[in-house]
């Protein structure tokens, strides 16, 4: 079975500083990690994923995530925060073990607050 | 940019009535999803559908609930008699293909059950 963790319910920061909002998952084979931001009274908008190759995956906006196998963790990053980064954010995972089915698995969210 | 489009955006029933929400995928993906999120919840997942026929579902989606693609374009999801616990944001999804491809989502179909 695949899950997700956001172990953050809501991370602030002020506008200009870094920010880090965290996610591991759990996967019996290899995943497919992607990142999903979710604005009031709106749907899911992709922000990036991880397939293979570099550890560091650029993305929408700014942000950039890197991949950590041994720690099994796919944080999201932006050097300098943005009041209109202020959101939801969903980290989700695809196992892409030989058993496993195409449905994509979503943390809990992490609400982003970013003050000016 | 392609989108996924829902409707209705919001619908408010009363508990025991059927339900359908419509979808219209982006017009050249093959897989098909329904996601839900009940209010300050998590994103679940509820079914995937491809070649005309459910792939996945979870333990959610259970004999109240069917999805269906009666044509070309739309992809519906029925709930046969809501519970006041089926109240949630309803998404549907789609991609081009399996894999790493992109999910795209809707706005979203808020359903009130009274």
């Known amino acids: 079975a695949q899950s997700v963790a956001q172990p953050e319910d809501q991370v602030k920061v002020a506008e200009g500083n870094p920010l880090t909002v965290k996610c591991t998952y759990s996967?019996?084979?290899?995943?497919?990690l992607f990142w999903y931001v979710q604005y009031p009274n709106r749907g899911l908008q992709f922000l990036l994923k991880y397939i293979t190759g570099d550890n560091l995956v650029k993305g929408s906006y700014g942000f950039e995530a890197e991949f950590n196998k041994s720690q099994t963790s796919f944080h999201l990053k932006k050097p300098s925060a943005l009041v209109s980064d202020s959101a939801l954010y969903f980290c989700a995972v695809r196992d892409i073990g030989s058993n496993a089915g195409n449905m994509l698995t979503f943390g809990g969210g992490t609400r982003l607050m970013v003050k000016p | 940019e392609p989108e996924v489009t829902q409707t209705p955006s919001h619908q408010v029933t009363q508990m025991g009535q059927e339900v359908i929400l419509r979808c219209v995928p982006i017009?050249?993906?093959?897989?098909f999803y329904w996601y839900r999120q009940i209010l300050g919840q998590k994103v679940e997942f509820l079914v995937s559908?491809?070649?005309?026929?459910?792939?996945?579902k979870s333990e959610i989606f259970d004999d109240q609930f069917s999805v269906e693609r009666p044509d070309g374009s739309n992809f519906t999801l029925k709930i046969r008699s809501t519970k006041l616990e089926d109240s949630a944001m309803y998404f549907c999804a789609s991609t081009g293909g399996a894999g790493a491809n992109v999910l795209t989502f809707g706005a979203g179909s808020r359903l009130t059950v009274l």
């Open positions: 559908f491809y070649n005309n026929e459910i792939s996945e």
């Open positions: 996967v019996s084979g290899n995943p497919y």
């Open positions: 017009s050249n993906h093959l897989y």
